[in-house]
T-cell receptor, first 112, second 113 residues
Framework: NAGVTQTPKFRVLKTGQSMTLLCAQDMNHEYMYWYRQDPGMGLRLIHYSVGEGTTAKGEVPDGYNVSRLKKQNFLLGLESAAPSQTSVYFC???????????FGQGTRLTVV | GENVEQHPSTLSVQEGDSAVIKCTYSDSASNYFPWYKQELGKRPQLIIDIRSNVGEKKDQRIAVTLNKTAKHFSLHITETQPEDSAVYFCAASTHSGYSTLTFGKGTMLLVSP
């Protein structure tokens, strides 16, 4: 039982490049969230999903896209990376509303 | 949407002292209030939570209180230890279909021996 796993753990991108972050959970959770963490800003919600095939925008969705084709996976895409997207990205999964959020180990992304 | 304010942003205490972190929320529909601890370089982990039908909850040295009328909730840590040093986040969530978990900006707690 791995819990929530993020891939990759570290990445350096050049401005304008694209990439996809993968979040995988093996707990049969319905809800999955993508957050970014910046110093002094806490955890800000980018996009989220309340079940397979659903996605919705969070607080800071611009520049990101997501897909939830399979219940266990939630993908976060950056189509054209910008230095402002340098951050630590965390994925979280929850069984349902009002339940514990389990976080992945984080992805440290640097855009140069 | 929901807005969660958290204070203070940093808190330094001596080992054995108590620490209190306060949060306010804006959405009266929020009914679930968890607290997460994040050690340096690690992922956030749930330490305690409280629901809107409860005013206080304790778990050993930590306790949370909730005042629904004032829309604020607090984390209390007694007999602090150096291993309590971390960033603490409060959060709020509503009980609805498209529910999100909104976090405060965090409090860095430093416990000095």
């Amino acid at each position: 039982n791995a819990g929530v796993t993020q891939t990759p753990k570290f990445r350096v991108l050049k401005t304008g490049q694209s990439m996809t972050l993968l979040c995988a959970q093996d707990m049969n959770h319905e809800y999955m969230y993508w957050y970014r963490q910046d110093p002094g800003m806490g955890l800000r919600l980018i996009h989220y999903s309340v079940g397979e095939g659903t996605t919705a925008k969070g607080e800071v969705p611009d520049g990101y896209n997501v897909s939830r084709l399979k219940k266990q996976n939630f993908l976060l895409g950056l189509e054209s990376a910008a230095p402002s997207q340098t951050s630590v990205y965390f994925c979280a999964s929850l069984l349902g509303v009002g339940t514990e959020a389990f976080f992945g180990q984080g992805t440290r992304l640097t855009v140069v | 949407g929901e807005n969660v304010e958290q204070h203070p942003s940093t808190l330094s205490v001596q080992e054995g002292d108590s620490a209190v972190i306060k949060c306010t929320y804006s959405d009266s529909a929020s009914n679930y209030f968890p607290w997460y601890k994040q050690e340096l370089g690690k992922r956030p982990q749930l330490i305690i939570d409280i629901r809107s039908n409860v005013g206080e909850k304790k778990d050993q040295r930590i306790a949370v209180t909730l005042n629904k009328t004032a829309k604020h909730f607090s984390l209390h840590i007694t007999e602090t230890q150096p291993e309590d040093s971390a960033v603490y986040f409060c959060a709020a969530s509503t009980h609805s279909g498209y529910s999100t978990l909104t976090f405060g900006k965090g409090t860095m707690l430093l416990v000095s021996p």
